[in-house]
C-alpha cells in the first residue's frame, strides 16, 4: 500500500559507520562508509535537507577524503557520540520520519544480546551499544512525545556468536534506553541484514545486504514516490533468495515489524516463507495437535514457559504480545533456523514423563530436516571457527575416514557445520556429526577437541543415545591408540632436502625426523656430496631412525629433479642383502617450487580428497595431453579429482609437472620410462582399488614385485605425494634447520 505523498523535509536520519577499531588490523573492515555515503545520497536525493542527516563515522584512512566529501561535517562514532545524538539530540528533532542507519561489525555476546561495536573496541574488549535496546529507545522520551510518526531502523551488521574464550571478552553491551516507552504505538519498521548466528557479507567493499536495499529503494521511489516498505523488503528478500541458490549464500535478511502505518500486526520474523504445500501443511497440524495434547488442557502456562526458552535460543520476541497459541509456537519455531529441533527439546524439557510421539518427530523432519537446536548449532560453529583451516582440514578428512568421500567446506565454519548435519543421517543410530566429531577428537589434541566432545555428549544426552556415543568414542579412542604406535599412515616419515650443487650430480643435503608434529635435525651436509657418498649417508639415517615397510621417506626436489630415481638408490650396498630404497620404504618426491600463496587453496582442497578417495579418483591424462594449458584446462575440468596419473612420454613431462604444481595437484603417479608402453587401463589395474592413502605402500609393493621380475611395470612408477599440511621446517633453505 502507498502512503499519501510524505514532505521529505520532515524526515530525520542518523547514520552510523564504523570502519576502523582501536585493535588489530584484522578488526577493521572496509565499506561501511561506502555504504553511509550512498544511504545519505539517497534519503538527500528524496529531499532530505543534509542538515536534518546527522552522520558518525569511524572512517579508514583511504576513505576519509570520500566521507569529508560527502558530509564534511561528519562526527566521530565514538561510544560518547553515539549515546550523546541517541539519548540527547534525538529529543530536539522536528521531524515526521526517523531514519536510522547502522553499518559495522555487529556480535552475539552473553545472553544472546546483539552488540554494535564502538570504535573503542580492542581484540581482548569487545565493546557495543545493544541493537534490541536501540528499538526499545525508538518509544520513550529520547525522541519527542508529539512527534515522529514513524520510524525506520536499518542494521547492517554480523550477528554471530563468539568463540569460546573470545566469549568472555566482550562487554555487555550499552542499554541505550533506560526508561520507559510512553509511545508504545510509535510504528517501528526494522530492517537487519541477518538472522542471529550468522554473518552479514560484503561484496566488493559494500555490504550485500546493504546494497540489495538501496536498489530496492531506488526502484520503489522512482519518479519522487513513497517507498512501500514491505514490496522493498520482498525485493531484497527476492534477491537474496537468489544469491542462495546460485551460490549456497546463508545470509538471511530478516524483518520486525511493528504498528506500521498504523496498522497493528504482529512481528514478523525472517523474511517471509513461502506458503507450505498440502503435504506439509498436513505435517504442521499434527505437530500442532501433538503439541496441544503435551501442554494440556489449559496450554497458557505450559506455552509461556515453552516461549521463555524459545525466546533465549532464538534471541528474538515472540510472534505475538502476551502468551502464544500452540499455532503460534509451531509458525515461530518454523521461521526459525533450527527452530523445530529447539521447540522438540523445550517440549521435551516441559513433560519429561511424555516425550513428544513419533508421529510428531516424523513431521518435525519433514517441516525442517535439521536436529540440532538453535543453541547447539551456535556452539558447534564456535567451536569449528576456533580450529584453523588445518583443523576443519582434519574434521574433514575424519568424515571421509567415517563415511566416504563427500563435498565438505573446511573454509567456511557456518557451512561445514551445516554440510556435517546433513550427512545421511542413520534411522535410530547415532547422528553421522556426532561419529565424525568423535573421531576427530580422538585424534586430535587440545582445548577445542575436549571442548567438541563436551559438546556431542550434551547433543547424545538430548537425543537419549549417551550410552550409545560413549561406545563410540571408546571405540575411537582405540583406533586412536593403535594409530599413535603404527606405521605411516599416523604420520611417520624421514623427510630429505637434495640440494643440485656442483658438478657431477653432487648434492647438499639435509635430514629431519617427523612424526606428527614432533621434527627432529638428523643431518646437515653443507659441502655437496657424490651420489655414492649421500646414498650411503641416507642408507645410515634410515638404519638408525626408520621403520622397514613403515616410515614413509620423502624426498623434496627441485622440479627438475622430480624424476631423479631415488626410489632405486640402493640400501647396504655391494652386501648379499643389497636391496633398492623403494622396495624396502615408501618412497615419495615433493616439490615446493611453483606452489603460488595464492593458489595454496587449490592445493589444500583436492588434498583434503585424498582421503576416502581411491586411486580410481584420479584423473588420467592421456599422452596428448601434455602443454601447460592443456594441462591446467584438463584438471580444471575435474576440480573434484584428488591428483592424476599419466604415461606420457619424458620430453612431455616438465610441462605436465609445472602445470600440475602450479594448479594445486598434490597427487601424481607417472611411468618414468622414456616411451611408456602402459596404457590408462593397466596402469588403474597396478594401482588397485585400496584406499588412497594406501598409495605409497602400494607403489612400495610393486617395486619390490619389480626387483624380481626386470619386465615388471611397476618398477617404474614415480610418485608425488605433496601433503601441504606436512612442509619441511622452517626456513627452507641451508641455514636449516
Known amino acids: 500500500m502507498t502512503r499519501a505523498p510524505h514532505d521529505w523535509r520532515r524526515t530525520h536520519a542518523v547514520i552510523v559507520a564504523v570502519e576502523r577499531y582501536n585493535g588489530s588490523d584484522d578488526l577493521?573492515?572496509?565499506?561501511?562508509?561506502?555504504?553511509?555515503?550512498?544511504?545519505?545520497?539517497?534519503?538527500?536525493?528524496?529531499?532530505?535537507p543534509a542538515e536534518n542527516i546527522q552522520l558518525l563515522a569511524s572512517p579508514l584512512e583511504h576513505n576519509r577524503a570520500a566521507l569529508e566529501a560527502a558530509h564534511p561535517h561528519y562526527r566521530p562514532a565514538e561510544r560518547a557520540d553515539v549515546r550523546r545524538v541517541f539519548q540527547d539530540e534525538l529529543r530536539a528533532i522536528d521531524a515526521?520520519?526517523?531514519?536510522?542507519?547502522?553499518?559495522?561489525?555487529?556480535?552475539?555476546?552473553?545472553?544472546?544480546?546483539?552488540?554494535?561495536?564502538?570504535?573503542?573496541?580492542?581484540d581482548t574488549d569487545l565493546q557495543g551499544a545493544d541493537a534490541d535496546s536501540l528499538i526499545d529507545l525508538m518509544r520513550t522520551e529520547h525522541l519527542p512525545w508529539d512527534g515522529v510518526d514513524r520510524v525506520t531502523v536499518i542494521?547492517?551488521?554480523?550477528?554471530?556468536?563468539?568463540?569460546?574464550?573470545?566469549?568472555?571478552?566482550?562487554?555487555?553491551?550499552?542499554?541505550?534506553?533506560?526508561?520507559?516507552?510512553?509511545?508504545?504505538?510509535?510504528?517501528?519498521?526494522?530492517?537487519?541484514?541477518?538472522?542471529?548466528?550468522?554473518?552479514?557479507?560484503?561484496?566488493?567493499?559494500?555490504?550485500?545486504?546493504?546494497?540489495?536495499?538501496?536498489?530496492?529503494?531506488?526502484?520503489?521511489?522512482?519518479?519522487?514516490?513513497?517507498?512501500?516498505?514491505?514490496?522493498v523488503w520482498q525485493g531484497v528478500v527476492e534477491e537474496f533468495a537468489r544469491a542462495r541458490d546460485a551460490d549456497g549464500g546463508r545470509q538471511r535478511p530478516t524483518v520486525y515489524v511493528s504498528d506500521w502505518n498504523q496498522d497493528v500486526r504482529p512481528v514478523r520474523l525472517g523474511p517471509p516463507a513461502p506458503p507450505l504445500d498440502p503435504e506439509k501443511l498436513r505435517f504442521r497440524e499434527t505437530l500442532v495437535l501433538e503439541a496441544s495434547g503435551l501442554?494440556?488442557?489449559?496450554?497458557?502456562?505450559?506455552?509461556?514457559?515453552?516461549?521463555?526458552?524459545?525466546r533465549m535460543e532464538f534471541t528474538e520476541a515472540p510472534p505475538a504480545r502476551g502468551t502464544p497459541s500452540v499455532e503460534e509456537l509451531v509458525d515461530w519455531a518454523l521461521a526459525h533456523e533450527h527452530g523445530i529441533a529447539t521447540l522438540l527439546h523445550a517440549l521435551d524439557e516441559l513433560t519429561p514423563d511424555r516425550r513428544i510421539g513419533a508421529r510428531a518427530r516424523e513431521a518435525c523432519r519433514r517441516l525442517q530436516p535439521q536436529w540440532l537446536t538453535c543453541a547447539e548449532h551456535t556452539e558447534l560453529v564456535a567451536l569449528l571457527a576456533r580450529l584453523d583451516e588445518r583443523g576443519r582440514e582434519d574434521v574433514v578428512a575424519a568424515a571421509h575416514q567415517q563415511f566416504g568421500p563427500t563435498a565438505l567446506p573446511a573454509h567456511d565454519p557456518a557451512a561445514l557445520a551445516d554440510a556435517l548435519e546433513e550427512l545421511v543421517p542413520r534411522p535410530h543410530q547415532l547422528p553421522q556429526l556426532l561419529s565424525v566429531v568423535e573421531h576427530f577428537a580422538a585424534f586430535a589434541e587440545g582445548a577445542v577437541a575436549t571442548e567438541l566432545r563436551t559438546?556431542?555428549?550434551?547433543?547424545?544426552?538430548?537425543?537419549?543415545?549417551?550410552?550409545?556415543?560413549?561406545?563410540?568414542?571408546?571405540?575411537?579412542?582405540?583406533?586412536?591408540?593403535?594409530?599413535?604406535?603404527?606405521?605411516?599412515?599416523?604420520?611417520?616419515?624421514?623427510?630429505?632436502?637434495?640440494?643440485?650443487?656442483?658438478?657431477?650430480?653432487?648434492?647438499?643435503?639435509?635430514?629431519?625426523?617427523?612424526?606428527?608434529?614432533?621434527?627432529?635435525?638428523?643431518?646437515?651436509?653443507?659441502?655437496?656430496?657424490?651420489?655414492?657418498?649421500?646414498?650411503?649417508?641416507?642408507?645410515?639415517?634410515?638404519?638408525?631412525?626408520a621403520r622397514a615397510t613403515e616410515?614413509?621417506?620423502?624426498?623434496?626436489?627441485?622440479?627438475?629433479?622430480?624424476?631423479?630415481?631415488?626410489?632405486?638408490?640402493?640400501?647396504?650396498?655391494?652386501?648379499?642383502?643389497?636391496?633398492?630404497?623403494?622396495?624396502?620404504?615408501?618412497?615419495?618426491?615433493?616439490c615446493a617450487e611453483l606452489r603460488q600463496p595464492e593458489r595454496r587453496h587449490?592445493?589444500?582442497?583436492?588434498?583434503?580428497?585424498?582421503?576416502?578417495?581411491?586411486?580410481?579418483?584420479?584423473?588420467?591424462?592421456?599422452?596428448?595431453?601434455?602443454?601447460?594449458?592443456?594441462?591446467r584446462a584438463a584438471m580444471e575440468?575435474?576440480?573434484?579429482?584428488?591428483?592424476?596419473?599419466?604415461?606420457?612420454?619424458?620430453?612431455?613431462?616438465?610441462?605436465?609437472?609445472?602445470?600440475?604444481?602450479?594448479?594445486?595437484?598434490?597427487?601424481?603417479?607417472?611411468?618414468?620410462?622414456?616411451?611408456?608402453?602402459?596404457?590408462?587401463?593397466?596402469?588403474?589395474?597396478?594401482?588397485?582399488?585400496?584406499?588412497?592413502?594406501?598409495?605409497?605402500?602400494?607403489?612400495?609393493?610393486?617395486?619390490?614385485?619389480?626387483?624380481?621380475?626386470?619386465?615388471?611395470?611397476?618398477?617404474?612408477?614415480?610418485?608425488?605425494?605433496?601433503?601441504?599440511?606436512?612442509?619441511?621446517?622452517?626456513?627452507?633453505?641451508?641455514?636449516?634447520?
Not at 621434527?519 to 641416507?538: F, H, N, Q, S, W
Request: hydrophobic share 40%; aromatic share 6%; with cysteine.
Open 455 to 545: 559438546w556431542a555428549q550434551a547433543c547424545a544426552v538430548r537425543l537419549g543415545m549417551k550410552e550409545v556415543l560413549l561406545d563410540h568414542r571408546a571405540r575411537a579412542a582405540d583406533r586412536a591408540e593403535r594409530a599413535r604406535t603404527a606405521g605411516p599412515a599416523e604420520g611417520r616419515s624421514i623427510q630429505i632436502r637434495l640440494h643440485p650443487s656442483g658438478p657431477g650430480q653432487r648434492r647438499a643435503y639435509e635430514v629431519w625426523s617427523r612424526r606428527g608434529a614432533e621434527v627432529d635435525a638428523l643431518a646437515k651436509v653443507d659441502t655437496p656430496a657424490a651420489p655414492e657418498e649421500m646414498r650411503r649417508g641416507i642408507d645410515a639415517l634410515l638404519a638408525a631412525h
Open 96 to 122: 515526521d520520519w526517523l531514519w536510522v542507519y547502522w553499518a559495522g561489525h555487529g556480535v552475539q555476546t552473553q545472553g544472546g544480546r546483539w552488540s554494535l561495536l564502538y570504535p573503542e573496541t580492542r
Open 155 to 231: 542494521i547492517d551488521a554480523c550477528r554471530q556468536a563468539l568463540p569460546a574464550g573470545v566469549h568472555e571478552l566482550a562487554d555487555t553491551p550499552d542499554l541505550l534506553a533506560r526508561t520507559a516507552q510512553i509511545r508504545p504505538e510509535r510504528p517501528v519498521y526494522w530492517m537487519r541484514a541477518c538472522q542471529a548466528g550468522a554473518v552479514a557479507k560484503q561484496r566488493q567493499g559494500t555490504g550485500q545486504f546493504t546494497s540489495a536495499l538501496l536498489r530496492q529503494l531506488h526502484a520503489a521511489a522512482a519518479g519522487g514516490a513513497e517507498p512501500d516498505l514491505d514490496r
Open 551 to 590: 616410515t614413509v621417506v620423502e624426498f623434496f626436489v627441485p622440479s627438475t629433479d622430480l624424476e631423479l630415481d631415488v626410489h632405486c638408490w640402493p640400501l647396504d650396498a655391494g652386501k648379499p642383502q643389497e636391496r633398492s630404497l623403494g622396495t624396502d620404504f615408501p618412497v615419495v618426491v615433493r
Open 28 to 48: 577493521n573492515l572496509d565499506g561501511p562508509v561506502h555504504d553511509a555515503v550512498e544511504m545519505r545520497k539517497w534519503l538527500t536525493g528524496r529531499g532530505v
Open 637 to 737: 575440468r575435474q576440480e573434484t579429482a584428488p591428483g592424476a596419473m599419466t604415461a606420457s612420454p619424458a620430453r612431455t613431462r616438465s610441462e605436465i609437472f609445472t602445470a600440475c604444481l602450479f594448479d594445486g595437484v598434490p597427487v601424481l603417479v607417472w611411468d618414468t620410462g622414456a616411451e611408456p608402453s602402459l596404457d590408462e587401463r593397466q596402469l588403474r589395474t597396478l594401482l588397485g582399488s585400496e584406499p588412497l592413502e594406501h598409495l605409497p605402500q602400494r607403489l612400495r609393493k610393486l617395486r619390490l614385485e619389480g626387483d624380481a621380475d626386470d619386465g615388471h611395470p611397476g618398477r617404474r612408477l614415480a610418485l608425488l605425494w605433496d601433503d601441504p599440511h606436512r612442509p619441511l621446517p622452517e626456513p627452507l633453505d641451508l641455514s636449516a634447520p
Open 295 to 310: 501442554l494440556g488442557p489449559d496450554p497458557a502456562g505450559p506455552a509461556a514457559r515453552v516461549a521463555a526458552r524459545l
Open 602 to 631: 587449490l592445493w589444500e582442497r583436492r588434498w583434503s580428497r585424498v582421503s576416502g578417495a581411491t586411486p580410481g579418483d584420479l584423473h588420467w591424462l592421456p599422452g596428448h595431453t601434455h602443454s601447460f594449458a592443456q594441462v
